[in-house]
DNA sequence: GCAAGGTC
């Protein structure tokens, strides 16, 4: 009989698959590490009866190290810690596993890698290999490929093993020699530097080393570019035009579709405009269903979002709820990227089993009743479904974080394989000359997942009957102010999204990455969640920033990630990629090096900041100090401060095209590298792009012109109306626009 | 005393 060793990432898979592969019937037996058992039964492998022992690693067992003499600070010259040699072995706490692996390599005469099938899988594979093999040479080795623990993905793989991709594994290796290089390289230098100029402050913060990290980096820059974005933010002021409408006791405001203008003469003379035919007509009523979707399934990213959004919890604290309540088993594995539920997996009897709740249990059971129906992504790890809950609790078996992380998992399960919420949208479009408004009502018919998921609100927002073609005589139709607002820092829901979008980290570290930077005191986290970088963590990133290095951007992560990407793709080898990216960063380092004043300058300038209190105190402990605020003083934030009464019609100094777009210049120039990251692109911002601020209507009318069929004509008219302005000319369209083409384009000849 | 990646 043939005697086949399979090795699985962790524990819990190795259970799962001999599970699968025996039908139940295993033996189990301890191995070295009290965590990682052994199990036995019999099975067909390579088309032969075989003995197999299932057992498993937890993770990576072995970590890159440099040689000892490099370990002193103070002799070793920084630089060579780019070339000098370093060594894969096993790590301190994985000892008694390899030792296990050592033992049963022994027994066997092929070895079937088991561990997850991504990149750092892999790699733990290679691991598991070089082990196995010092012990016993001549195992044949294999790799099992499997998209999901169950039945028919278990044997599909035992049925078509494969080899361990050494181009992935290279990858990896590559990976983690850069990050080892280049973060004691950076951090050596960043705190010998520092501490030797500021002795005293390091001492009293006892911050020992101000670390230097391919991921903390960028992850402190999604911090401090979002406080400087509101530290420069220049508010400007709007205008728009408000109808409002009483009927049946409700007051109905008549939104405008152009929206805002930021040009006061404009909106003078469109104003004007309805002045002259102070009736509006219904131009159309709509009534269309309107639906909220529930959640997708649960990946970590989500759970990360969600707890600490929802929960008001640390992300690091939450994936260590989860993990003890995993451990224990109430919910599933926590650490997945997978949002969609696998097509054979029963979910029923996962619902069945909430409805004893006597909070949510009558929902499981309608459910039930009505069809189970998840919500899925197109994410899939190809490892581990999607988080949900495995035995029912209540508020008696488990209480404080535990009991909130169970009861999120749980409400999101059940939302996600309910149905939508359902209304019906109303939508009424006034026309009161040549300007369009529109108000919208809401009639909320379902509230369908929501009457588990308690994070969402959805309500009414009524809205009397209106009649198409109906004219409207009595309303108030009146110009209002208000000011551009700042975005708000950013939570740590926010970081969580950046940081998953370009890429810095894995779903399993984001969290650990934030931990690492709140610990070093680079940022700080405010009362209210919100995260403020500290004056060290500010002084990084300028210091960096003044060199003309770009450490605090993604972009260095990234062109990272392409070049593994291009030796897991076989276009580029290990050796190649790493010899360009030690080129890269030795360079860096070496002007660094001659510039590191630069990091003592900025710190100065930092300091001198905080002493003279225009600074809010983060970290160790001090988590005072108030949001920052645009120079103009940017008051409430949120909804824009809005004129309340009819503005009067004094005259706003008219910005020329030219000085709009001077200042637009600028403005691209000192935010270029956020251009990518704020703003519209995420979906809880309110806020209009910075660039939407500063553009000149005739960038408006271009690109509306060009987007209209047939397009928008430019002609000229001239200021009827008493006033100022009477008897100048100004260019306008030619054409009556729609709602959809919001045609800005106003300019005086 | 340095990193990031696994996982318990």
Not at 239 to 264: A, Q, S, Y
Not at 471 to 496: H, M, S, Y
Request: proline share 4%; aromatic share 8%; net charge positive.
């Amino acid at each position: 009989m043939l005697r086949a060793l399979f090795v699985a990432e962790k524990n819990d898979v190795a259970k799962g698959i001999s599970g699968l592969l025996a039908n139940g019937h295993f033996n189990r037996r301890e191995g070295r590490s009290k965590f990682n058992k052994i199990y036995e039964l019999q099975t067909q492998v390579l088309g032969r009866n075989a003995v197999v022992s299932i057992t498993s690693v937890s993770g990576h067992m072995m970590e890159l190290a440099f040689h000892a003499d490099m370990a002193n600070w103070q002799t070793v010259r920084i630089a060579s810690l780019f070339d000098a040699p370093v060594q894969q072995k096993v790590a301190d706490g994985m000892k008694d596993i390899a030792r296990t692996l050592t033992e049963e390599a022994k027994k066997n005469d092929v070895l079937v890698i088991w561990t997850d099938c991504d990149r750092e899988g892999e790699n733990i594979g290679a691991e598991i290999v070089k082990v196995c093999k010092e012990s016993n040479p001549r195992l044949d080795v294999f790799r099992a490929k499997f998209s999901e623990i169950t039945a028919s993905a278990v044997h599909r793989a035992v049925r078509n093993l494969v080899r361990l991709d050494n181009n992935i594994v290279d990858a990896v290796d590559c990976r983690s020699e850069l990050d080892l290089r280049i973060g004691a390289a950076f951090t050596r230098l960043q705190t010998l530097h520092l501490r030797s100029k500021f002795r005293d402050i390091f001492e009293s913060q006892n911050q020992k080393v101000i670390s230097y990290g391919s991921c903390q980096f960028p992850t402190l820059g999604f911090v401090v570019d979002r406080y400087k974005m509101i530290e420069n933010f220049k508010p400007e002021n709007f205008w728009r035009l408000l109808v409002e409408h009483v009927r049946n006791g409700i007051k109905v405001d008549f939104l405008w579709d152009r929206n805002r203008l930021f040009d006061r003469d404009v909106v003078n003379v469109l104003y004007d405009n309805c002045q002259e035919k102070l009736e509006a007509i219904v131009e159309k009523v709509v009534k269309k269903p309107k639906s909220r979707w529930r959640p997708y399934a649960m990946d970590t990213v989500a759970l990360e979002k969600l707890g600490s959004s929802k929960l008001k919890m640390s992300a690091k604290e939450v994936m260590s709820v989860a993990e003890k309540l995993y451990s224990k088993g109430w919910i599933s594995y926590p650490r997945t990227e997978t949002n969609k539920f696998p097509k054979g997996m029963e979910l029923a009897p996962l619902v069945e089993m909430q409805a004893e709740s006597n909070e949510w249990g009558n929902f499981a059971k309608e459910v039930v009743e009505r069809g189970v129906n998840p919500r899925n992504g197109n994410k899939s790890d190809e490892a581990h479904p999607p988080i949900h809950p495995l035995k029912f609790a209540d508020r008696q078996t488990l209480n404080g974080n535990e009991w909130r992380v169970y009861e999120l998992v749980v409400r999101h399960f059940l939302a996600c394989v309910s149905r939508d919420a359902s209304g019906e949208e109303t939508v009424v479009n006034l026309r009161i000359n040549s300007e369009r408004f529109h108000a919208n009502g809401l009639c909320v018919k379902d509230l369908g997942y929501m009457h588990v998921y308690v994070y969402e609100k959805w309500g009414d927002k009524q809205i009397p009957t209106y009649v198409e073609n109906e004219i409207l005589k009595e309303f108030n139709l009146r110009i209002v102010d208000g000011t551009t607002q700042p975005p708000d820092l950013l939570t740590e829901a926010d970081l969580i999204a950046l940081m998953d979008k370009f890429g810095i980290g894995t779903d399993a570290t984001h969290a650990e990455h934030i931990e690492k930077i709140k610990e070093r005191d680079y940022i700080g986290v405010k009362g209210d969640g919100k995260l403020l970088p500290s004056f060290i963590g500010l002084a990084l990133v300028d210091g960096y920033d003044d060199m003309g290095f770009a450490m605090s951007k993604p972009d260095l992560r990234a062109n990272l990630e392409r070049g593994l990407k291009d030796i897991c793709d076989r276009n580029r080898n290990k050796r190649d990629v790493l010899t360009e990216q030690i080129g890269k960063y030795r360079t860096i380092f070496d002007e660094t090096e001659s510039k590191v004043f630069f990091l003592s300058k900025s710190l100065e300038k930092y300091l001198d900041k905080r002493s003279s209190g225009n600074l809010p105190d983060v970290g160790n402990g001090g988590h005072g100090g108030g949001p920052p605020r645009g120079p103009d003083g940017g008051g409430g934030r949120g909804a824009p401060r809005g004129g309340g009464a009819d503005r009067g019609r004094g005259r706003g100094g008219r910005k020329t095209t030219a000085s709009r777009r001077g200042r637009k210049n600028d403005m691209a120039a000192s935010g270029a590298n956020m251009s990518n990251y704020n703003g519209e692109d995420e979906a809880e911002t309110r806020r209009p792009r910075e660039r939407k601020n500063t553009r000149t209507l005739a960038e408006d009318a271009e690109e509306v012109m060009c987007a209209c069929n047939p397009p928008l004509q430019a002609v000229q008219k001239t200021v009827q109306k008493e006033g100022p302005n009477k008897g100048k000319r100004f260019w306008t369209c030619s054409l009556p626009f729609n709602s959809s083409e919001k045609c800005s384009f106003f300019q005086w000849v």
